[in-house]
């Protein structure tokens, strides 16, 4: 199983990222957990960064600061597979 968490403050462009996420996994058909985590403290603590939104895949960063479309989540998530 993929674990992916989508990192950043609860914002529009959290949800369209975790919305993008989502259809990546979809798409695939893949089986994957998807954690949302939204904590500033979290966040810091956690993975050492404030720029979100950001995507770690099985704890490694693939995406920080803006927003990704479906595809290059598919493509993040096929090198992971």
Known sequence: MIKIEVVGTESEEQQD????????????????????ITDVNEIADKFGMVVTPAIFVNG??????????????????????
């Open 60 to 81: 490694r960063l693939k995406c920080q600061g803006h927003i990704i479309d479906v595809e290059k989540i598919k493509e993040c998530l096929k090198e992971v597979r």
């Open 17 to 36: 990222m975790l919305r993008n996420v989502h259809h990546a996994i979809h798409e695939l058909k893949l089986d994957a957990e998807v954690d949302e």
